[in-house]
């Protein structure tokens, strides 16, 4: 059984910075593929950044430059460092873990932006 739990989620000033972590139980962390989705309300979910099972990222275009996204396969944790943080970031942000078999999710970690 697979389960990832969020944290680093709060309220913050625009242009602050958050550091979001997901924490993942289960075997072999480090051959999945990891991203991170945020929904904000009345808003579908979007993928904000993933990376890959040797290290490669991608980012939506509203974060790049602002947001990073790392892993330590060592503590089975996933991290999205938010810096210059923005109104328009205030979202609930998720965790997810692609097995192939089957895709896992998070609770997710609430994320406000204010101006």
């Known amino acids: 059984q697979v389960q990832l739990v969020e944290s680093g989620g709060g309220l913050v000033q625009a242009g602050g910075s958050l550091r979001l972590s997901c924490a993942a139980s289960?075997?072999?962390?480090?051959?999945?593929?990891m991203g991170w989705y945020r929904q904000a309300p009345g808003k579908q979910r979007e993928l904000v950044a993933s990376?890959?099972?040797?290290?490669?990222?991608n980012y939506a275009d509203s974060v790049k430059g602002r947001f990073t996204v790392s892993r330590d396969n060592a503590k089975n944790t996933m991290y999205l460092q938010m810096n210059s943080l923005k109104p328009e970031d205030t979202a609930v942000y998720y965790c997810?873990?692609?097995?192939?078999?089957?895709?896992?999710w998070g609770q997710g970690t609430q994320v406000t932006v204010s101006s």
């Open positions: 990376i890959g099972s040797g290290g490669s990222t």
């Open positions: 289960g075997s072999f962390f480090r051959i999945y593929a």
């Open positions: 997810n873990q692609d097995r192939g078999y089957g895709v896992y």
